[in-house]
C-alpha cells in the first residue's frame, strides 16, 4: 500500500447492513480477533437495543462483534479510562479500540506518561462531528422531532444538520443552530473541539468522501494501520480501494468547515471571558467553583487524572476533609494537573452534579499553556508534555498514616 487514503467495505453483506458506512470497521475488527492480531476489542454497543444507553463491551468472540456495529452520536464514553483503570493500561494485552478523536488525544497523553501501553493498543480512531448527551437527545428526539425515541434507527451530522433515520426507513432533519436554539446543543466541549479527524489514531475511519454510505473512507495514520489493513485485505476481510482526488477533496472540505465553526466558535467562548477584567474572571470561576460538592465525579471522570495517591484526598493534607464547597484549592490542584494535557473531552462536565462548566475552565488555561509552550495534547507521541507534576518518587511513595479528621467537629 502506497497511498494513505481508501475507501473500503466488507465483503460481507450482513456485516454490511449491520456496520455503518459499508461495515469496514466491523469487519477489519472481526479478523483481527480471529486472526488473534488483538486479544480482545473493546468498543460501544447499546444495551437494550437504546440508542440512548450506550455501554463499552470488551469483546473476545469474533462472532459478537457486530454487537457493537454502528456509529452512535448519543455515546459520549470515555474508552481511555476503561484502559488504565481496568485493563491494567493494556500492559500485558493486545486491544484494537474504537476512539473518538479526544479519546485518541487522552491515549496519546497517558501513553506519554507510560500509564497506557501505546504497542499493545491499536486505535480505530472515528471521525466525530460532536455528540449529544444522551439525556439530552432523547428530549430532543421526542419534543424537537415530535418521534418516539424507541423508533430511532440512527442518526448522522452533516452539513449542519443532525438527520435521523427511523426504523421504517424514513428520515428527518433538523438544522443544528436550530435545536441549540430550543435548548437541544451537543456537549459544549464539541462545539469547540477541532479534533474531527483522529490522525494521532493507527487509522482515522468515517463517512466523509465515501461514496453515497457504501464505503468508509480511511486514512491510515501509522505503520500498524497499514498492517492491520493489509493482513485484512489479503485474508479477504476488506475491499479497499484507492480514494479518489475528488473524494480527497471532499472529505477536506467537509473537515476544514467543521473545523472553522469549532474554531470560531472556541474564540468566542474564550474572547467572552477575556474580556472580563481579572476581578469578574475571579467572581466568575469562584462564584461556579462555590458549588462544588466535592463527589469527586470530575477526578474519576477524567482520563488524564492518574495519580496513585491524589493530592485531593485529605489525608495528603491539601484539601481540609469534610468541608463543602471545598477549599478552592481542590480546583486549582486538579487545574494545575490537567493544564498541558486536557484533551477538552467534557467527561469531567459531562459527570458534574452541579453543573459546573469545568470543561471551560480547563480548557481556558490549556490555551494559554498550548501557546506559550507550543505544545498541542494528544497529537505528537514523541513531543514530551511541558509540565511535569507528578515524579516517579511521588507515584510510588507509601501512603503516610492517616489520621482522619472528624467532619462534623469542624
Ligand atoms: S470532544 Fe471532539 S472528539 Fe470528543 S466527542 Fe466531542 S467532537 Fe468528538
Ligand atoms: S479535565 Fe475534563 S475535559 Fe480535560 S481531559 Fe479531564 S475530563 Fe477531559
Ligand atoms: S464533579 Fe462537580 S461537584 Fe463533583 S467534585 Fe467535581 S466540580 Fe465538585
Known amino acids: 500500500m502506497e497511498n494513505n487514503f481508501y475507501l473500503a467495505w466488507s465483503p460481507d453483506s450482513k456485516i454490511q447492513e449491520m456496520g455503518s ?17 488483538v486479544d480482545a476489542v473493546l468498543a460501544v454497543k447499546k444495551r437494550n437495543n437504546s440508542r440512548f444507553d450506550a455501554v463499552p463491551a470488551l469483546i473476545t468472540d469474533p462472532d459478537l462483534v457486530h ?68 439525556t439530552v437527545a432523547e428530549q430532543m428526539i421526542r419534543e424537537a422531532y415530535g418521534e418516539n425515541p424507541q423508533d430511532l434507527a440512527g442518526e448522522e451530522v452533516d452539513g449542519g444538520k443532525l438527520i435521523i433515520t ?88 467537509k473537515e476544514t468547515e467543521a473545523v472553522e465553526n469549532a474554531q470560531a466558535r472556541e474564540k468566542k467562548e474564550l474572547d467572552e471571558l477575556k474580556g472580563y477584567s481579572s476581578q469578574q474572571r475571579l467572581e466568575y470561576w469562584v462564584g461556579h467553583l462555590n458549588r462544588c460538592i466535592k463527589c469527586f465525579g470530575c477526578r474519576d471522570a477524567c482520563p488524564i487524572c492518574f495519580c496513585k495517591e491524589c493530592y485531593l484526598e485529605p489525608y495528603r493534607g491539601c484539601i481540609p476533609g469534610g468541608e463543602t464547597p471545598p477549599d478552592i484549592m481542590f480546583q486549582l490542584i486538579r487545574l494545575s494537573h490537567v493544564a498541558d494535557s486536557c484533551v477538552n473531552c467534557g467527561q469531567c462536565q459531562d459527570v458534574c452534579p452541579m453543573e459546573i462548566p469545568l470543561t471551560r475552565l480547563y480548557n481556558f488555561l490549556n490555551r494559554e499553556v498550548a501557546d506559550i509552550f507550543e505544545y498541542e495534547p494528544g497529537v505528537d507521541i514523541n513531543q514530551p508534555p511541558p509540565l511535569t507534576t507528578v515524579t516517579d518518587q511521588e507515584l510510588f511513595i507509601d501512603p503516610p498514616d492517616i489520621i482522619y479528621e472528624d467532619a462534623s467537629a469542624r
Open 67 to 134: 454487537e457493537a456495529a454502528g456509529a452512535m452520536h448519543f455515546a459520549p464514553l470515555n474508552m481511555v479510562k476503561i484502559i488504565k483503570e481496568y485493563l491494567d493500561g493494556a500492559m500485558d494485552m493486545r486491544v484494537a479500540v474504537t476512539c473518538k478523536p479526544c479519546d485518541a488525544r487522552a491515549f496519546i497523553e497517558l501513553a506519554k506518561r507510560n500509564q497506557v501501553h501505546r504497542e499493545n493498543l491499536f486505535l480505530i480512531g472515528l471521525n466525530c462531528s460532536g455528540t449529544f448527551l444522551p
Open 166 to 253: 427511523l426504523k421504517d426507513g424514513s428520515t428527518r432533519e433538523k438544522d443544528l443552530e436550530e435545536l441549540a436554539r430550543q435548548g437541544f446543543e451537543m456537549r459544549e466541549n464539541c462545539l469547540r473541539c477541532s479534533y474531527k479527524i483522529p490522525r494521532m489514531a493507527d487509522i482515522a475511519c468515517g463517512k466523509w468522501g465515501n461514496k453515497g454510505n457504501a464505503a468508509t473512507f480511511i486514512e491510515i495514520c501509522s505503520s500498524k494501520g497499514h498492517e492491520f489493513l493489509e493482513a485484512a485485505v489479503q485474508g479477504g476481510a476488506l475491499v479497499m480501494e484507492t480514494a479518489t482526488d475528488e473524494q480527497i477533496e471532499e472529505r477536506k472540505r
Open 21 to 37: 458506512s459499508g461495515g469496514a470497521v466491523t469487519s477489519l475488527l472481526k479478523f483481527a480477533l480471529e486472526n488473534k492480531m
